[in-house]
């Protein structure tokens, strides 16, 4: 950013300025914080694999894919339901319900069949997946609603 950037919202009267042109809406901040699971967890896993070897690797990425696939599924609740307070609230619960039954399924899938697996390097991947979901949850409510408008 540079010294002359000025933060702006929507509130402030400014003409051109709107709603749609906030850096970090609630449905960005959501698929970012998916993607940035996603990616995050895939290049962490290609240098564990050339690292660690393949195991390691593998049981990397299927830990973030247990942080993954439920955060899509309760990311795609919310971002479907519009109608009302009352059907916002059913889908929040609908989403985390089911979000916690596919991370426990996705869990006990991998350690039943997966041989031979890293449990450190499954819950390490899961764990990293989450703090980085948390972080960009967490950057996204700093900017808020607000606009980074560059003095010319």
């Given at each position: 950013?540079?010294?002359?950037?000025?933060?702006?919202?929507?509130?402030?009267?400014?003409?051109?300025?709107?709603?749609?042109?906030?850096?970090?809406?609630?449905?960005?901040?959501?698929?970012?914080?998916?993607?940035?699971?996603?990616?995050?967890?895939?290049?962490?896993g290609?240098?564990?694999?050339?690292?660690?070897?393949?195991?390691?690797?593998?049981?990397?990425l299927?830990?973030?894919?247990?942080?993954?696939?439920?955060?899509?599924?309760?990311?795609?609740?919310?971002?479907?339901?519009?109608?009302?307070?009352?059907?916002?609230?059913?889908?929040?619960w609908?989403?985390?319900?089911?979000?916690?039954?596919?991370?426990?399924?996705?869990?006990?899938?991998?350690?039943?069949?997966?041989?031979?697996f890293?449990?450190?390097a499954?819950?390490?991947?899961?764990?990293?997946?989450q703090?980085?979901?948390?972080?960009?949850?967490?950057?996204?409510?700093?900017v808020?609603?607000?606009?980074?408008?560059t003095?010319?």
């Amino acid at each position: 950013m540079s010294a002359g950037a000025i933060f702006l919202t929507a509130g402030d009267g400014v003409p051109g300025i709107n709603e749609s042109q906030f850096l970090l809406t609630p449905e960005r901040q959501m698929r970012l914080a998916v993607l940035g699971q996603a990616g995050f967890g895939i290049g962490v896993g290609a240098v564990l694999a050339m690292m660690q070897g393949r195991a390691v690797a593998i049981s990397w990425l299927l830990g973030v894919f247990v942080a993954v696939v439920p955060n899509a599924f309760l990311a795609a609740r919310l971002l479907g339901s519009r109608a009302d307070a009352r059907a916002m609230l059913r889908a929040a619960w609908i989403g985390e319900i089911g979000k916690f039954a596919l991370t426990i399924l996705l869990f006990g899938v991998i350690f039943a069949s997966l041989r031979p697996f890293s449990a450190l390097a499954v819950f390490g991947g899961f764990i990293s997946a989450q703090m980085v979901a948390i972080g960009v949850l967490a950057l996204g409510g700093l900017v808020g609603n607000e606009q980074v408008v560059t003095k010319n």
